[in-house]
């Protein structure tokens, strides 16, 4: 096990448990998304405003939506790894901008994946599901479209549990990395890990970065690279805006990997501006991707392996990354 496993790890484990309780079920021929089972479902609406749902599901039916959805997300990361493996191992020139935004899809989907997971993630409301919201409520007013923070609530019998519904601001993509942020904060803050562990830094890290370059950080380093002229890519006038990703062929351990964010993480200045740091900002990026699927794998599986869950769509993403040199003897690439 490459993920240090101490308090944090254990909190982990036990919202994934509690979001994703035995007997939530995977439908391997028609998978059911939040979107298909708010159409069609077993819940109520208790309350609704504009900005707040409160709702009651069935507790299994709504923990085998939030699997089917990590299982497709998951989907999205590993295709990104895989790409990101094939432009570092093809030995032909790569934009190191291009390169970025990969690495941050393939952060952004592994995020996605892991809130879901835990029952605390971020769905966006468009207007039909909204309107047909607004018809199912018992009480309150119309709601309204937008981003909304989901959260799995507490259990109000043996079959059922609250679901909250809370819009936010601003969009999907910046709005998700503040709630992976609030969450790894309050899980440290439950759990404390043991001071000077591996796991205690790799927290400690995580959340400086957040002090450091603000909640919405991956995402804001995105825009900057892919958006903003001159940034990511100057390859054209031979400008080095960004750091090309360094390729390595074997699995890094992760204690290795910690050490190296660390350092990125060190080089950061929350006194300056996010676009006078991005070479740092973008290396912070890399490492921190790469750490967050070691950690995305390991709470995956362990879900699936503690509450005895279908493990068919899970062998058939290692066959893919398999296939494409992802995984080998060593592990699966990189750390």
């Known amino acids: 096990m490459s993920v240090p496993q101490g308090s944090v790890w254990q909190e982990l484990r036990q919202r994934a448990l509690d979001a994703v309780p035995p007997g939530s079920r995977v439908d391997l021929r028609a998978p059911l998304t939040l979107r298909q089972w708010e159409s ?9 405003q504009p900005k707040k749902v409160e ?29 990101l493996w094939k432009q570092l191992s093809g030995g032909a020139w ?11 899809y393939w952060a952004y989907f592994l995020a996605v994946s892991l809130t879901r997971l835990l029952g605390r993630s971020v769905w966006y ?25 989901v959260t799995c609530g507490s259990s109000i019998s043996l079959t059922d549990r609250e679901v909250l519904l809370k ?25 404390p890990p043991t001071v000077g562990s591996l796991e205690e830094r790799l927290y400690t890290a ?26 990511g890519y100057g390859a054209v006038r031979r400008l080095v805006g960004i750091p090309a990703i360094k390729r390595h062929e074997q699995p890094v351990k992760f204690e290795n990997l910690l050490e190296r964010f660390e350092n990125d993480v060190a080089a950061l200045d929350a006194s300056r501006a996010l676009e006078a740091q991005i070479a740092a900002a973008s290396k912070s990026l890399v490492t ?32 893919f990354l398999t296939s494409h040199g992802v995984i080998s003897e060593s592990g699966c690439w990189p750390a």
Request: proline content about 1%; aromatic content about 10%; charged content about 20%.
């Open 125 to 149: 409301i468009d207007d039909t599901v909204a309107s047909h919201l607004t018809t199912l409520a018992a009480t309150g007013g119309r709601v309204g479209a937008g981003t909304f923070a």
């Open 206 to 231: 995580v959340l400086q970065s957040s002090r450091f370059l603000g909640s919405d950080w991956p995402s804001a380093v995105r825009n900057l690279v892919n958006y903003r002229p001159g940034v």
């Open 55 to 83: 709702l009651v599901v069935f507790a299994e039916e709504f923990g085998g939506v939030l699997l089917t959805e990590t299982e497709f997300y998951m989907d999205h990361a590993a295709e990104h790894q895989a790409s």
């Open 40 to 48: 069609r479902g077993a819940y109520r609406v208790t309350a609704a």
């Open 167 to 191: 819009k936010g601001s601003g969009r999907v993509h910046d709005h998700l990395w503040r709630v992976v942020f609030a969450a790894i904060e309050s899980f440290v803050k439950l759990s």
């Open 94 to 104: 790569q934009s190191a901008g291009w390169q970025l935004v990969t690495v941050y």
């Open 288 to 319: 921190l991707t790469f750490m967050l699927n070691a950690l995305v794998r390991e709470i995956y599986k362990d879900t699936l392996s503690r509450s005895g869950l279908d493990r068919r769509w899970d062998r058939s993403r290692d066959r």
